[in-house]
């Protein structure tokens, strides 16, 4: 039920070109498929993702032993690993410092429960995203090194040179896992493990802080394991979940070790071992099998809740906690504070977009910024003003004289960069990140000044010539060959995400029926064909110009695009497509 994918590019009603594979990748393809004994389908996909002929096999099912690499390759990884095993041999007093983010609590709770399987425990300290802000402070340093012999730094520290040197003042040793994008000199520690420090040689940069930290676990119990006879140190690989949770929910690309992470983490997940985790899932009302979007759009969005509008060291707890009753409490307060977040998104979201459609949105950046906005969903709302605008976006909630802003980037356009070139510059009080994200504070009189600046390095880097991204398309199927049976062949590519996509399709002249607003302006209906019927869902649809182009469809034959995906439903399953773009019909 695959077509020739030679069909011709297609401009869609919402200006989106569609794409599809050459003939070179439809040859390789087959010969994938030839060769593996697969169906052309997957072959195809394989090769139009770039895996080769005698790749294939070790793709579909990784091995996680073959994929890690020597944890030792990370600048500093030696000293940091050593000195955690000093720790905890020597039982000393140890406190984790985390970001108020998915990726910072799932770090904090890697090392705790690590610590816990040695009858050890650690004190965790969440930073509040208002009073306090992101990454390491003076105060909260200089009190926890007063209390305790290590201080661990997880998914920040790489720039907090201050904070830091507070706390080795203090008498503290001070140990970072970290991510972000480091800057010439690196606060002065025993150690900064971070892929991303200039002098890193490991070509791990796409790992999240937790993919950091999970590392140096495993070079801690290597440098332990002469304390383990028999090989009894602490087993890693159940705390695989939360390395996968944390690696989607950070939009870290789902390739290379990420992707393995992310495949062992979800069938960890599958055996509901993490307390948290398993209250969470029910709470969230998961139903089905855990796969890559339920870590990005239902557990880690109420993880995050508590960071942005609650308690921010609540998403933390919960990943730590193994107490039943008590995981039930965290969770439901999360649940309900992501409903909370999800209301105040919205009224920040209509004021953002209006101010972005009041400026020229072909340049380098789109930004907004409204007194009161709260800081807590800047970042969400700059994440759907980059999708609706294909551009580099900032969001600032201002609060008085200074205001704290949130940026999410597109495929090609470092952003992280440009902001750490925009504190250098002193138009930010500072400011830090990596490629796809970024946040920062600055003064409320500087905005206009720093945003201009900041448009203009990224349009040196191409962002203004970004028009309506293309929508690559693997090929084109019938309604009725979107079956249960293909939908669960296609799960062996995955998992799919950011730098993964999953597979997407075209439609050819399909009829649309029962199309309708569902939700907070969602979209919903069914396209059918020659026989063949295929319900759809569109997210957000009505937040931008697919919603209207569907609607002014009906009855009309037309081409649709999207992705298949099994929906599972009281125990039915059945495929559902999620639409991602509309052409009008040949006969149309």
Not at 358 to 378: I, K, Y
Not at 514 to 532: K, Q
Request: net charge negative; proline share 5%; aromatic share 4%.
């Amino acid at each position: 039920m695959l077509a020739d994918s030679s069909d011709t590019d297609t401009r869609s009603l919402t200006g989106r070109r569609w794409t599809f594979p050459d003939p070179a990748v439809e040859r390789a393809g087959l010969a994938i498929a030839q060769r593996h004994s697969l169906p052309e389908i997957v072959g195809r996909i394989l090769a139009a993702r770039g895996v080769g002929l005698d790749e294939a096999a070790g793709y579909l099912s990784p091995s996680l032993r073959e994929s890690m690499p020597d944890p030792s390759i990370l600048a500093d990884m030696d000293v940091a690993a050593d000195r955690l095993a000093r720790a905890v041999r020597k039982g000393e007093r140890i406190a984790i410092f985390g970001d108020y983010d998915v990726d910072g609590g799932a770090s904090v709770a890697l090392i705790q429960r690590w610590l816990r399987a040695m009858g050890q425990s650690a004190t965790l300290y969440i930073p509040d995203r208002i009073d306090e802000g992101y990454g390491p402070n003076v105060e909260a340093m200089t009190e926890l090194a007063n209390a305790h012999d290590l201080i661990i730094c997880v998914d920040c520290g790489t720039l907090s040179h201050d904070p830091i040197a507070a706390a080795t003042v203090a008498g503290a040793d001070v140990i970072v896992a970290d991510h972000h994008l480091a800057g010439e000199t690196l606060p002065d520690c025993l150690a900064v493990v971070n892929p991303n420090r200039q002098d890193d040689e490991s070509d791990l940069g796409q790992l999240c802080a937790a993919g950091v930290v999970f590392l140096l676990l495993v070079a801690a119990n290597r440098a332990l394991r002469p304390d383990f006879p028999g090989g009894k140190e602490p087993a890693l690989l159940p705390l695989l979940d939360l390395v996968a949770l944390a690696t989607v929910a950070d939009v870290a690309p789902l390739t290379g070790l990420n992707r393995v992470f992310v495949r062992q983490g979800l069938t960890v997940m599958r055996q509901r071992l993490n307390t948290g985790l398993r209250a969470l899932a029910d709470v969230a009302r998961m139903d089905a099998a855990p796969t890559a979007f339920h870590l990005g759009f239902l557990l880690g969005p109420r993880v995050n809740a508590g960071g942005r509008i609650g308690k921010a060291d609540m998403g933390a707890r919960l990943l730590c906690c193994d107490d039943a009753e008590e995981a039930m409490g965290l969770a439901g307060m999360l649940d309900d504070w992501n409903a909370e977040r999800r209301a105040i998104e919205a009224e920040v979201l209509a004021a953002a977009t209006a101010q972005v459609e009041e400026r020229d949105t072909s340049g380098g950046l789109v930004w907004a910024a409204g007194e009161g906005w709260h800081p807590g969903v800047v970042g969400i709302v700059a994440s759907r003003l980059k999708e609706q605008f294909n551009r580099p976006a900032i969001v600032i909630g201002l609060d008085g004289a200074e205001g704290k802003g949130s940026g999410r980037s597109i495929s090609g356009v470092d952003l992280g960069r440009a902001v750490q070139a925009a504190v250098r510059e002193e138009l930010l009080i500072k400011g830090g990140g990596h490629r796809m994200a970024a946040g920062l504070t600055i003064r409320s009189d500087q905005v206009e000044e720093a945003m201009a600046a900041l448009d203009a390095a990224l349009r040196r880097q191409g962002a203004d010539r970004m028009g309506p991204k293309d929508l690559a398309l693997d090929g084109t199927l019938a309604p009725r060959g979107a079956t249960l049976d293909l939908c669960e062949t296609l799960e062996k590519v995955g998992p799919f995400g950011a730098g993964a996509p999953a597979p997407r399709f075209a439609f050819r002249g399909v009829q649309l029926a029962g199309t309708r607003e569902v939700g907070d302006g969602h979209l919903s209906g069914s396209i059918s064909s020659a026989g063949g019927r295929l319900d759809f869902i569109a997210f957000r649809a009505f937040q931008s110009e697919l919603g209207p182009a569907v609607m002014a469809q009906r009855g009309a034959p037309v081409d649709v695009a999207g992705r298949i995906q099994i929906d599972e439903w009281r125990g039915s399953r059945r495929v559902k497509l999620h639409l991602a773009d509309i052409s009008k019909g040949a006969s149309s």
